[in-house]
């Protein structure tokens, strides 16, 4: 039994939607967000970048407090102000390949701890205390981490009525996406939505995990610190953004390797022939058309890798999906790869646009070979996640990416 509620969102203005959102701080370049901080004096990167008038560094502490000062600053001006009523928000993000809806909700920090809310991915203990931190500093969350769960005809009908209505923003970005938001702040209607999500046994991380696990640990400490906690406080829940499972938009993640462990060219050919048919491709760019099969770019070459089942022994969720398939017969026997979310030896790059990248990141001679592969699935992901599972880093890259500041949390 999921459990979510309505919250009254702090939310920019309608005239200056468009102006405050932005992009989760770490999809800009340096140059873009100093365009950005620059040029746009309403946009929610100043809050995240209180810092940036003064050209040198602060501390993490010094840094919150003039994060929270400067949100408190966008308040006073009325860039911000608090829904007066409890609401759902639906968000819908068109982007040129795909379209998004779902809603946005509080949920809560309980259910991530009786494993309700369910992870895919092992999170960084350092990055998880740092958020923590932020969160209990600044008492606000601005990014939705981004939950999934099976298609529910109650929520989609109610939906489909708010999309016929006038939605409350409604603009494009640069990128060439347009951003919808409803506001459902019917009590009728709100009973409905939180009744169909106690009918919904699993929801599913999908991106934002360090969010989600920051959000929680900071509830159990706040609980602990209040005498009169009831349960009901803000800090109990986290705002996220609920998505159906089959609007889920997975690609892949490409490995670069620095080198070959010592071994030739051709001794790493001969150690891959154990575990792989393989098939020279010469010049001609090749992707994986099926799963166990593999694309590998060495020595200014393609090559086609196909698993040899007598080779590798499957046993459960995990060990059928194609990133830990890669791990298991060579990135650790043969590459000398162990720890593939801290070896400096593997760089990982998320594949959208093709297979050029292989070849390109390889040819510069910083890499001496590549590999790609088919994304995985929601199906695989549920799978290994219900296995009580956990996927290898960088195995899913999960659209949509959610915009900063369209509705804001406070604890």
């Known amino acids: 039994m999921a459990i979510v509620k309505p919250f009254k969102a702090v939310r920019p203005s309608r005239d200056k939607a468009a102006l405050v959102s932005s992009k989760s701080y770490e999809a800009y370049t340096p140059a873009e967000l100093g365009?950005?901080?620059?040029?746009?004096?309403f946009s929610f990167l100043h809050i995240l970048n209180p810092d940036y008038k003064y050209h040198q560094e602060v501390s993490s502490e010094q840094r919150f407090q003039l994060v929270q000062k400067k949100y408190n600053e966008f308040k006073s001006s009325k860039y911000f102000s608090k829904d007066d009523n409890p609401a759902f928000y639906i968000y819908q993000n068109n982007t040129p390949a795909n379209s998004y809806c779902g809603i946005i909700s509080a949920t809560s920090a309980e259910d991530y701890h009786n494993n309700v809310i369910k992870k895919h991915e092992d999170t960084l203990q350092k990055r998880e205390v740092l958020f923590e931190k932020y969160l209990k500093k600044t008492g606000f969350n601005a990014e939705p981490v981004l939950l999934t769960y099976p298609e529910?005809?109650?929520?989609?009908?109610?939906?489909k009525k708010h999309k016929k209505e006038r939605p409350e923003y409604e603009f494009a970005t640069t990128d060439k996406n347009t951003h919808f938001l409803w506001v459902i702040d019917d009590k009728e209607e709100i009973r409905q939505i939180t009744e169909a999500f106690k009918s919904i046994s699993t929801l599913y991380i999908a991106d934002g995990h360090h969010r989600t696990t920051s959000s929680c640990l900071l509830a159990k400490k706040l609980a602990a610190e209040n005498k009169n906690h009831t349960g009901d406080e803000a800090y109990n829940y986290f705002m996220s953004y609920l998505l159906p499972d089959n609007q889920l938009a997975i690609y892949e993640f490409n490995r670069f390797i620095r080198?070959?462990?010592?071994?030739?060219?051709?001794?790493?050919?001969?150690?891959?022939?154990?575990?792989?048919?393989?098939?020279?491709?010469?010049?001609?760019?090749?992707?994986?058309?099926?799963?166990?099969?593999?694309?590998?770019?060495?020595?200014?070459?393609?090559?086609?890798?196909?698993?040899?089942?007598?080779?590798?022994?499957?046993?459960?969720?995990?060990?059928s999906l194609d990133a830990q398939i890669l791990f298991s017969t060579v990135l650790n026997p043969i590459l000398g790869i162990k720890d593939i979310r801290n070896d400096s030896k593997i760089v990982y790059s998320q594949n959208k646009t093709g297979s050029l990248e292989l070849k390109t990141k390889v040819d510069t001679g910083e890499f001496k070979v590549s590999f790609g592969m088919l994304p995985a699935t929601i199906h695989e992901l549920k799978n290994i996640v219900d296995a009580g599972l956990l996927m290898p880093p960088k195995t899913t890259f999960i659209e949509p990416k959610l915009r900063s500041a369209l509705t804001i949390y406070e604890l």
């Open 152 to 159: 529910n005809k109650v929520i989609e009908d109610i939906i």
């Open 259 to 319: 080198d070959l462990n010592g071994l030739s060219s051709k001794e790493f050919l001969d150690e891959l022939a154990k575990v792989f048919k393989i098939q020279k491709k010469h010049q001609e760019i090749f992707k994986p058309s099926e799963k166990n099969q593999f694309s590998m770019y060495l020595d200014g070459e393609f090559y086609a890798l196909n698993l040899k089942k007598s080779a590798y022994k499957i046993t459960d969720a995990l060990s």
């Open 35 to 41: 365009a950005k901080l620059n040029f746009n004096p």
